[in-house]
């Protein structure tokens, strides 16, 4: 695939990538987001806590997605890697607020860590047509 199939996504309303990636890259119609953590766009601290850090999560995913020319709504796949899956229950309750039915496809893993020593971190397709 040439570069010129693919173009990348930034929004300053997101926190800036972490490492050598893009906030989004767009093929076509589709968007693949990268994860997101719940940092604040414009100190770049880590929110406290999981409730707090899962809401900023998806208002930085919301924030990308915008940028792209979409919204969380036409997002059709979320990977979520959380440090304790006994979190699950709330991330869920949040995520609810953020999306409406037809939910987007999802798997949700445990993992030994992730960067910043946040609690969740979330990434997403998102399907502009």
């Known amino acids: 695939m040439s570069n010129t199939m693919k173009q990348a996504i930034h929004s300053g309303q997101a926190p800036a990538a972490l490492g050598p990636y893009s906030q989004a890259v767009a093929v076509g119609q589709t968007v693949y987001l990268s994860g997101q953590l719940g940092l604040d766009p414009a100190s770049g601290a880590l929110a406290a806590g999981t409730e707090a850090q899962t809401h900023q999560v998806f208002r930085n ?11 969380l709504d036409g997002i059709v796949k979320l990977t979520i890697l959380m440090a304790d899956i006994n ?6 309750e949040i995520m609810a607020s953020y999306f409406t039915k037809p939910y ?14 946040a ?8 399907f502009l047509g």
């Open 104 to 117: 987007p496809a999802r798997a949700t893993y445990q993992v030994a860590a992730l960067p910043k020593a």
């Open 61 to 71: 995913l919301r924030a990308v997605a915008q940028a792209a020319g979409g919204d």
């Open 119 to 126: 609690a969740l971190e979330v990434e997403a397709v998102l």
């Open 87 to 92: 979190d699950f229950a709330q991330v869920n």
